[in-house]
């Protein structure tokens, strides 16, 4: 790599804030790696987190960006694998950019106390690339999570074929009989979000997430950036489900139904719509989440990823490598 250099977050924060805000690097489209997710996740973590995000910059031309802190003895993204954003034109078979961001973990390896090094394999699963090879080599282990994903680029009446054959007399039931209203950029109503944030509380029966963490959501929403669904059945709140907007895609950030009505389909027909309103506002794709492996996972979960599956037969297979610090490969 030709004249290459490291801009790391906490030499120039200003500037790497801009860089990450950009459109140049791929994969802000998924909101979970981009602005939102950079906000979002300090709010959600009780340990300290010390950010380690870098750019590398080749010719005075940014090439890469690797957004990562350490938590808890792992290098990471809050705790889950770091995604390796790129510049859109550079290949990702490319040897040098790859030595080169691994160089800078060793850096950082060096620097505090990480155990681990979690990394985002490149997609799809069917090739091998520079950033799988280096995590074998450094004696990384694979490990697989599994994504419901829904094409927005279908039609309504594709998308109903690819329904479960028993959610579609659910879906059209919430369609008769749920009333919907929105927080979003047409209707950026705090205190219609507020009522969400406390029927979340009153169903998990506890806080569960700290107040930052829903401010960056509605400011988020509000922003024109997703939406919050709230489903009422008469003049009785039953339903909420909130989704955020990366560039080309949705994803399904939370939800929660009254436990007590759990014997009407509640969350089939906010879901759908989400989808159609979601394709409306020009996204490609719906990340509906991660569907558990059944032997590993409560019945709870079992049951949400049951859910999720009948929304849709597309699943993404997504590597992610655990690789202990200081292990240098060949």
Known sequence: MDQSKILRATEDAVLFEKLAASNLFAREDDPIYGSFGRRYFVHTVDAPV????????????????????????TLGF??????????????????DWVRSIYSEFDRI????DVERIRVMGEQPLNRVTPVENTALARGGEISVSIHAVVSLVESEDEL????????????NWGRRELRLEYVNADNPDRNLFNIYRNFHQRIA????????????????????????TLGYLDDSLLSGLLVIDGRTNS?????????????KPLGHWPLFNAFLRSKARGKLQFDIGEVPFQAESLDK????????KGFTNHLEYRSIWDIPSGKIGN
Do not use: H
């Not at 010390?50 to 003895?73: A, G, H, M, R, Y």
């Open 109 to 112: 390896c060096g620097l505090m």
């Open 251 to 263: 994803v399904y950030s939370s939800a929660v139904n009254d436990r007590e009505a759990f014997d």
């Open 160 to 171: 109903r074929r690819r329904l479960r054959k028993s959610y579609k007399s659910l879906i």
């Open 78 to 95: 809050f705790g889950m694998p770091i995604r390796l954003r790129m510049a859109e034109n550079i290949d990702i078979q490319r040897q």
């Open 50 to 73: 010390f950010d380690t995000s870098f750019c590398i910059v080749e010719n005075d031309q940014p090439i890469s960006l690797v957004e990562c802190n350490v938590l808890q003895k």
């Open 205 to 228: 029966g506890r806080v569960t997430r700290k107040i930052g963490s829903w401010d960056v959501q509605y400011e988020t929403i509000v922003a024109g950036q997703g939406e919050l």
């Open 301 to 308: 979960v079992i049951s949400i990823g049951k859910f999720k």
